[in-house]
C-alpha cells in the first residue's frame, strides 16, 4: 500500500465505547474479566498480572470473562506427569537405538549421516514419545455431513497408534460438539443445499483460472458485493483458502521499515502472514490493553531500531474470538488505542463473524461499533456459513490495492461456485433476505445454547475459560494421561470432542473445546453434558474452586487511563 493511500485508511473520530479488567487471585481461585458502564469508580491496588482495566464508558454492555487459575497441585501433577512421560522417552529412544523396539519414525540412512539431516530426531520427540499414545483422539474419519450429528468410521491400532486399520464399521449419531458449524450451515439438506446444487449444474464445481485470468465469474462479483453490505464497508474481497486470506494479504498490506504488533495468541495464519510481510514483529500479551499501548508508546518514542526513524506503518493485529481461549477481543479499547497512537488495525473474524451480535455480523456488530473504526476486516466463511473461503473487506482504495498486489488473488484459483452460492445463500438467510426469520431464529438460538451450555458447565464444578457470549468453550483437563482418557470415554459415550495439549497450548493447560451451534438441540445438550459430567467423575476434572455464582458488575471497574 502506498503511502498515501495507507493515510486515507486513518480515521481520527472519537472511539465511543470500551473497557476491560481482570482480577488476579491466588492458585484455584478465579480471576474475571467484569466491564459495564458506570459512574461511580473504585480504584483498587494493582496485583500481579493484573490487566488494568480501562475506560468503562467505552462498552454499552456488560463484559464478563473467566480464566481460574490452575490450581497449584494440579500444576505441580501436570509437570511430573510430562516429567515421567519425557523421561520414559528417552528410554525407549534408547531402546530404538539398540535396535532393541522397533523404530516406526522417519529417519536417515546411514550412508546419509555424514549430509545435514533431513528429519531433525530431537525435534520429533514430543511425536514420537507423547503424540502417538494418543494419537487416536485426532484425524478420526468422519462419513456423514458434519453437523449437530455425524457419523464416524470405526478403526483400531494395533501397533499403539502408530497405524490404524478401518474395521468397516460406523458409529452412528455421535453428537459433534467439536466442530466450527456454530449456525447449522453444514448441511445437506435444506435452502443452501438446494442453492449450491443448482449452481453445480449452472456452473460446474471447477473454475480453473485465477480471478485475473479466466475465473472471474459474475457469482463472485455478487458475493463480494453482499459481503460489503454485510459488513458495512464500502468493498470487499474473496478468497478461495481462509488460512491464505492472512497469510497472503499481510505481505501485501506491510513490509520493510513496517511494524506489527500482534496478539501473543493469535492464529498461526496471522504469525505466518506477519513473518512473511518482512515487517518487524512485536507480541503484546493476550487481550492486555496495558501492554498494547505501552508498545505503541516505545514504537512512537523510539522508532525504528538503530536509525530511530518512524516506523511506515504501525499495524495493530487482533482477532475476534480467540479460538483456543474462548476470549472476545477488547475491541472498543484496541479502536481507542489505534485512533489515539494512528495505527493501524487488522480485525480477523474467522470464529466471530455469523457468531456473535445481535445481527451475526461480529465483533463489530457485537459491540456496538462503526465497521468504518477498522481499517482492514478478515474473516473466514469455513465456520458460520458451512463454506470455505475468506475475505476482507474495508475502504474501496484498500480493495482496489489488494486486487492488484495481493498473491492470493493474482495466483490462486477462483472459488468454486457452489461454495459461493452456499455462502451468499447462508448470509442472505442471517440478514433476513430471503423474507423468513430463520437467520434470526439461529442466532437467537446459538445464543440461547452458548449460554445454557457454559451455564451448566460451570455449575457442575469445571474450570471453562473465555467469555459468556463465546460459542467456543474451553474446559480445563491439564494433565497429560488425561487428555487421551477423556477423548476416549467421551466417544464411548457417543459424543464426539476435540481434546488439546501442548504445544499448542500452555504446557499445564490442555483442555477440550467445545464448540456450540445453534444446530444443537437442548436434548443433544442435555446428553453431552451428562457424558461430561459421568467422564469428569471419573477422571476427577472438577477441579474448580468457585463456590458462589459470579460477581455482581460494578466492583471491577476503575478510572479511565484513556482519554480522547
Known amino acids: 500500500m502506498t503511502e498515501s493511500s495507507a493515510n486515507k485508511l486513518l480515521n ?7 473497557s476491560n479488567g481482570k ?3 491466588k492458585n484455584g481461585f478465579v480471576k474475571n474479566h467484569c466491564l459495564f458502564q458506570q459512574t461511580q469508580k ?6 500481579k498480572n493484573q490487566n488494568v482495566p480501562r475506560n468503562s464508558s467505552l462498552y454499552k454492555k456488560p463484559f464478563l470473562e473467566s480464566f481460574e487459575e490452575t490450581p497449584l497441585l494440579v500444576a505441580v501433577l501436570t509437570y511430573m506427569g510430562y516429567g515421567i512421560l519425557t523421561i520414559f522417552g528417552y528410554l525407549r529412544d534408547f531402546l530404538r537405538h539398540w ?10 540412512r546411514e550412508e546419509q549421516k555424514d549430509f545435514v539431516p533431513l528429519y531433525q530426531d530431537f525435534e520429533n520427540f514430543y511425536t514420537r514419545n507423547l503424540y502417538m499414545r494418543i494419537r487416536d483422539n485426532w484425524n478420526r474419519p468422519i462419513c456423514s455431513v458434519p453437523g ?13 497408534n502408530w497405524t490404524f486399520q478401518h474395521t468397516g464399521k460406523v458409529v452412528k449419531d455421535v453428537i459433534n460438539m467439536g466442530s466450527y458449524n456454530y449456525l447449522g450451515f453444514a448441511e445437506n439438506t435444506g435452502t443452501c443445499a438446494d442453492a449450491a446444487i443448482e449452481a453445480t449444474h449452472k456452473y460446474g464445481v471447477g473454475v480453473g483460472s485465477t480471478r485475473y ?15 460489503a453490505r454485510f459488513l458495512g464497508v464500502e468493498s470487499s474481497m474473496a478468497f478461495g483458502m481462509g488460512f491464505a486470506t492472512n497469510s497472503m494479504n499481510i505481505p501485501a498490506l506491510t513490509g520493510k521499515g513496517c511494524l506489527i504488533l500482534s496478539d501473543e495468541l493469535n492464529h498461526a495464519s496471522l504469525v505466518l502472514g506477519a513473518r512473511l510481510s518482512g515487517s518487524t514483529i512485536r507480541v503484546f500479551k493476550h487481550n492486555n490493553m496495558q501492554s498494547l499501548e505501552k508498545l505503541l508508546r516505545d514504537a512512537i518514542v523510539h522508532g525504528q531500531p538503530r536509525t530511530h526513524r518512524p516506523w511506515k506503518k504501525i499495524l495493530i493485529v487482533v482477532e475476534g474470538i480467540y479460538s483456543m481461549e474462548g476470549s472476545i477481543v477488547r475491541l472498543p479499547e484496541v479502536i481507542a488505542l489505534k485512533k489515539r497512537y494512528k495505527a493501524y488495525l487488522y480485525l480477523d473474524e474467522a470464529h466471530s463473524i455469523g457468531a456473535l451480535g445481535p445481527n451475526g455480523r461480529g465483533v463489530v456488530d457485537y459491540f456496538g461499533l462503526d465497521p468504518k473504526d477498522v481499517d482492514i476486516m478478515m474473516g473466514t466463511f469455513t465456520k458460520s456459513f458451512g463454506a470455505a473461503g475468506g475475505y476482507i473487506g474495508g475502504k474501496k482504495e484498500l480493495i482496489d490495492y489488494l486486487r492488484n498486489h495481493s498473491h492470493s488473488a493474482l495466483y490462486a484459483t477462483s472459488m468454486s461456485p457452489p461454495v459461493a452460492q452456499q455462502i451468499i445463500t447462508s448470509m442472505e438467510i442471517i440478514m433476513g433476505e430471503d423474507g423468513s426469520t430463520l437467520g434470526a431464529d439461529r442466532l437467537r438460538q446459538l445464543s440461547e445454547n452458548t449460554t445454557y451450555f457454559r451455564r451448566k458447565l460451570r455449575d457442575m464444578g469445571f474450570i471453562i475459560y473465555g467469555n459468556d457470549d463465546s460459542p467456543v468453550v474451553p474446559m480445563m ?10 477423548g476416549r470415554e467421551m466417544l ?5 470432542t476435540v481434546v488439546v495439549g501442548f504445544p499448542a497450548t500452555p504446557i499445564i493447560e490442555s483442555r477440550a473445546r467445545f464448540c456450540v451451534s445453534a444446530a444443537h438441540t437442548r436434548e443433544m445438550l442435555d446428553t453431552a453434558l451428562e457424558a461430561i459430567s459421568e467422564v469428569g467423575d471419573l477422571l476427577q476434572l472438577k477441579y474448580s474452586r468457585r463456590e458462589q455464582p459470579l460477581p455482581s458488575l460494578g466492583w471491577m471497574s476503575e478510572e479511565s487511563l484513556l482519554q480522547d
Request: glycine share 6%; charged share 35%; hydrophobic share 30%.
Open 12 to 18: 481520527g473520530d472519537a472511539c465511543h465505547r470500551t
Open 23 to 25: 482480577k488476579s487471585s
Open 42 to 47: 473504585y480504584r483498587r491496588p494493582r496485583e
Open 99 to 108: 535396535n532393541i523396539e522397533k523404530c516406526h519414525v522417519a529417519r536417515e
Open 148 to 160: 449437530a450429528k455425524m457419523d464416524l468410521v470405526e478403526r483400531v491400532s494395533h501397533d499403539y
Open 213 to 227: 485470468e479466466m475465473g472471474n465469474l459474475d457469482i463472485h462479483e455478487e458475493l463480494e458485493q453482499l459481503v
Open 477 to 486: 483437563l491439564y494433565m497429560p494421561a488425561k487428555i487421551g482418557a477423556f
Open 492 to 496: 464411548k459415550r457417543n459424543i464426539g
